[in-house]
Structure formats: C-alpha cells, structure tokens
Nanobody, 114 residues
Framework: QVQLAESGGALVQPGGSLSLSCKAS????????MGWYRQVPGKQRDLVAT???????YYPDSVKGRFTISRDNAKNTVYLQMNSLKPEDTAVYYC????????WGQGTQVTVSS
C-alpha cells in the first residue's frame, strides 16, 4: 500500500523559510523520480520541484533560486527547503512520484502572510 506523509507546513511571514518533509512507504523509493506539487483551491495541482533518481533537480521559474529539493533514499524521504517565501507560495503542498501515482497524501498547508 502506497503511503505518502507530508509534514512541515506552517504560517510564515513573507521572506521567511520553511522546510517540508515527505516520507514514502510501499514503493521502491530509490527507483522513482520524486516531486513536490502544490495546489490552491479551484486550481490545478502544479509541480514545483523535481529530483531524479540520480539527484538531478529541476524547478519552474516561479520558485527557481528559492526552493531546493533533496532526497534521502535510506530514509525514503524527500525534502523541500523553501526560502524567501512569497504570499503566492500559499498552497497545500504534496509529494509524489513523477509521473504521479494515483494515490495522494493529505498534503501540508503552507500559508505565507503578514
């Protein structure tokens, strides 16, 4: 059974930082490219960070230079370090494989507001 457990979301002021974690179980973690996605109500879920099985990373322009994805295959965990947060980063953040499994975790809420 695939399980994805995100954590670390919080309310933070603009310009602040947060670190998210996602522990995966029920999958061959090291064999899957992983990503962080985010979604705001009424909009589609967007991919904001990618890490391949060999550690190559990719970010869209909206977060490039501010977000850093990493993975620890020994712990089946993927991380997202978010710096210089902006109000437009407010969303529920999810992790999943790339392409995504049909199952999603509960996500973790990130709110950027003063």
């Amino acid at each position: 059974q695939v399980q994805l457990a995100e954590s670390g979301g919080a309310l933070v002021q603009p310009g602040g930082s947060l670190s998210l974690s996602c522990k995966a179980s029920g999958i061959n973690f090291r064999m899957n490219p992983m990503g962080w996605y985010r979604q705001v109500p009424g909009k589609q879920r967007d991919l904001v960070a990618t890490i391949t099985t060999t550690g190559f990373t990719y970010y869209p322009d909206s977060v490039k230079g501010r977000f850093t994805i990493s993975r620890d295959n020994a712990k089946n965990t993927v991380y997202l370090q978010m710096n210089s947060l902006k109000p437009e980063d407010t969303a529920v953040y999810y992790c999943n494989a790339i392409p995504a499994f049909g199952f999603w975790g509960q996500g973790t809420q990130v709110t950027v507001s003063s």
